[in-house]
């Protein structure tokens, strides 16, 4: 029980020493410029979807978004806000919002699939011919 936590303890009080001493620093991972052409597209335009694309463009990553719906995709270009997921959050105005998969996909270089999970089979079924050979596709 109580020798347990010990170590934790411990690791924690040392680097709370160390941080009034100044001598711990917090290591970043460097920011990699991505070759020319790169180009991501987000399958999913929920919460999750929205925040690695808005993460993605911020780094200044080509980044298109698929919606299911087109009215939302042109409501979310002109305003950079999702009507109804994190809707409070004011989007990348880089990205794009598209419902139209087949085109989104075919320049794709990097797909991220971020469709709900109970969706994904019927989802990937239907945009499967349209996903460039050899392309790595992430689920989140």
Same mark, same amino acid.
């Not at 109970?118 to 019927?122: E, L, N, S, V």
């Given at each position: 029980g109580e020798r347990a936590g010990a170590p +934790? +303890?411990?690791a924690v009080a040392m680097a709370a020493r160390e941080?009034? +001493?100044g001598q711990l620093q917090t290591k970043r991972m460097p920011d990699y410029p991505m070759p020319v052409g790169q180009q991501f597209c987000v399958l999913g335009g929920g919460s999750f979807?929205?925040?690695i694309a808005h993460v993605l463009a911020n780094k200044g990553i080509a980044t298109t978004v698929v919606l299911r719906k087109e009215e939302?995709?042109?409501f979310m270009n002109t305003e950079h806000?999702?009507?109804r997921y994190l809707s409070d959050l004011t989007l990348n105005p880089t990205i794009f919002y598209t419902a139209d998969h087949k085109t989104a996909l075919q320049e794709a270089t990097y797909i991220v699939h971020a469709v709900p999970v109970?969706?994904?089979?019927?989802y990937l079924?239907?945009?499967r011919k349209h996903i460039?050979?050899?392309t790595p596709v992430m689920s989140i």
């Open positions: +934790r +303890r411990m941080r009034r +001493r979807g929205l925040g939302t995709a042109k806000r999702h009507p109970q969706f994904t089979r019927d079924k239907k945009v460039p050979p050899g």
